[in-house]
């Protein structure tokens, strides 16, 4: 019984951990958006847009294309497990 409350009491630790976290992060997401970052990007001229713009085309190729390459591999086998013994069919004779 004791073991219980331990399991629960660490569960509940965990999820007041996450709403701390949750409640922390937001203002540091938001900052993205502020004035001075914006006016600096728009001011730097043309040149300095396109090389923004294709930062963020690297800077998602390499996580996009790996995380496609694993929803790929893991509908490949999803199935590998799955299958039945050839013992438990009678083809192993």
């Known amino acids: 019984m004791r073991k219980l409350a331990s ?4 569960y509940l630790i965990g999820i007041m ?5 949750a409640l922390t992060l937001p203002p540091l997401a938001f900052s993205q958006g502020c004035a001075l970052c914006y006016t600096q990007a728009a001011a730097s001229g043309a ?5 923004l713009r294709s930062g963020i085309i690297v800077l998602i ?5 790996l995380s496609m390459a694993a929803i790929a591999l893991t509908y490949r086998k999803r199935n ?12 192993d004779r």
């Open 80 to 91: 590998q497990f799955n299958q039945p013994d050839k013992a438990e069919l009678g083809l």
């Open 61 to 65: 190729i390499p996580p996009l294309s």
């Open 7 to 10: 399991g629960r009491s660490f």
């Open 17 to 21: 951990a996450a709403l701390a976290v």
């Open 47 to 51: 040149r300095m847009i396109r090389a």
